[in-house]
């Protein structure tokens, strides 16, 4: 097998409950090179036909498949029968989230390290396609060291490190001088990403190949364009894109998609004049016609007033 590498600088990180086929959509349009699905336990790929159908319902170039477990010979399993589905395969071993540590699986794999290599190797040796894995620097305190040297030895393809540890959850500051390229694997880079120079920084400062965006993206989904063309998208850009993704959500998952929605309104309208107003009465509305409306209405004021090239300078928002 030819050796891995991330297929290219900036993606979207996993998100669990955001980063669905829509959300992926639009982030990939805006720029983002590559992506993730939301993690899948391996149980369920196991159990149920449809669970990563349901995930990925359409082919996606440059998406992994993320699975969480922690039966080496589940977790294998489950990736040879999704690989087809997917563009690699990518082992979570960084939620922090009690459900989950419960079942030894997520950053639990992080205090068995030998679970961890055995699940790699068992990986490795029923799949195809490249095996990447997700990390924190450590549970309790930073063991990275330790934990890349294990995943190294058993053939990782690559790691993608968020600078926390398990028991910081979400909190404090993440850490970015990893210098990530002490390993001889490809390593992308995940923690406070929030702006461009925070993702130039990151990637200096780490000393990784890529960085994954997650919730810098929920706040601001055109991060990637502002990356890429060093200027913020045209109030048009954001409106079309933004009634882009309620399609594909309501395609996805039906009038009901509206609620989903909910989560992203804040970004899209994040540094709007009467945005507060309008997230508030969004939250009230129901029904896919009502939103598309009120969506033409924010943003059409915009353009009434200051004329159709205006351009929001949102590099700092
Ligand atoms: C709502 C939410 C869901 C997440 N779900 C996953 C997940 O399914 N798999 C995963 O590996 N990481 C998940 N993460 C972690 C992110 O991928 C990322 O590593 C973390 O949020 C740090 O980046 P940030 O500080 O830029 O948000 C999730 C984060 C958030 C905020």
Redesign the pocket.
Known sequence: MERFSYPGIVAL???????DRSFRTVCRMWGAQFS?S??ISAESVLLDVDVVDKMLPFEEENTAV?LYGSEPKKLALAARKVQHRASWI?L?A??PVKKVIKKNAGAALLKDLERLKDIVLAMKDECEKPITV?IRIGFEKNELEKIMDVLVSAGADGV?V?G?TAVQM?SGK?QWDLNLEKWNVPTAI?????SVEDIRRALEVSKAQAA?????A?RKPWIFYEFFHAKAPSIEQIRDMFLFHARLLKEDEGEKSFYKLRQFVAGYTHGFSGAREFRERFMKLEGFDAIESAILEFFNRFLISVGENAVRDTTNV
């Open positions: 990180a996993p998100m669990a409950g955001v980063s993730f939301e993690m993320q990518d979570n960084a939620c997700k993608e968020h926390r979400y993440a995940s923690g406070d990403l929030y994954i965006v997650a919730r810098g929920l």
